[in-house]
């Protein structure tokens, strides 16, 4: 056990589904799991171990932002034996024409975090995903006519941010859509030599305005949660 999972050993699989929110975690168990069970309750990050297509996996949140999916994917990663996260979560939309529950695939992630550089001074400001995860990602999408996007996107750490302009951060650092967790997903599968992929739904769009509800957020990603559960 770590101080923020109250999980043994043996009741996480070697791959790792992680939304952000608690209640996303607990929707997919109890739609998508055969026998699953809570196997973690500690500050209400959910986390359950159960069966898809009688391949093992665990869906376990990671909370808001990249401090806490620090913590999160590194007690994984480094304690309890995990191989492989892949994020399934929700973006803001810096391009018209990504719009509302688009699902994309980031294969890089651009912070002005501290985050890499504190943890082992990693000075990279632009952090990738695993290639042969998010391939295996992208296979799933084809198999299920969802053409999946490939995008860098910025990895914030202030969500009421004044500064980051859409239209700058493509131009300048081609970033198509905002989220707050893959940059220390990332630096951790690095730092750990793991495997770290991020796959997103948006959730609304910074340019036209368009957005889908906080339930929507909550319920109605199926497509993207199937792509993902499709690669365990």
Do not use: W
Request: glycine share 4%.
């Amino acid at each position: 056990m770590t101080p923020h999972i109250n999980a043994e050993l043996e009741d996480v699989a070697k791959i790792v589904l992680m939304p952000g929110d608690p209640l996303r975690a607990k929707y997919i168990a109890q739609k998508y799991l055969k026998n699953y069970k809570t196997i973690n309750t500690i500050r209400n990050i959910l986390g359950y171990t159960g069966y898809y297509n009688d391949k093992r996996v665990t869906v376990m949140a990671s909370g808001i932002g990249i401090p806490s999916m620090g913590i999160y994917s590194y007690e994984l990663f480094k304690f309890y034996n995990v191989d492989k996260i892949i994020r399934i979560g929700t973006a803001g939309s810096f391009k018209q024409d990504l719009k509302p529950n688009d699902v994309v695939i980031a294969t890089s992630s651009y912070s002005e975090s501290s985050y890499a550089r504190t943890q082992d001074n990693t000075k990279d400001k632009i952090l990738y995903a695993n290639k042969n995860l998010s391939e295996e990602i992208k296979k799933s999408a084809e198999k299920m006519d969802v053409n999946l996007r490939e995008i860098r996107v910025l990895s914030t750490e202030a969500f009421y941010n004044e500064t980051e302009i859409p239209t700058l951060m493509v131009e300048k650092y081609g970033c198509e859509a905002v989220e707050m967790e893959s940059f220390a997903l990332f630096q951790n599968a690095n730092y750990l030599n793991k495997k770290a992929a991020c796959l997103l739904t948006i959730s609304d769009n910074l340019i036209t305005g368009d957005e889908i509800s906080s339930k929507e957020r909550e319920t109605k990603l199926d497509q993207m949660i199937k792509i993902a559960l499709e690669v365990v």
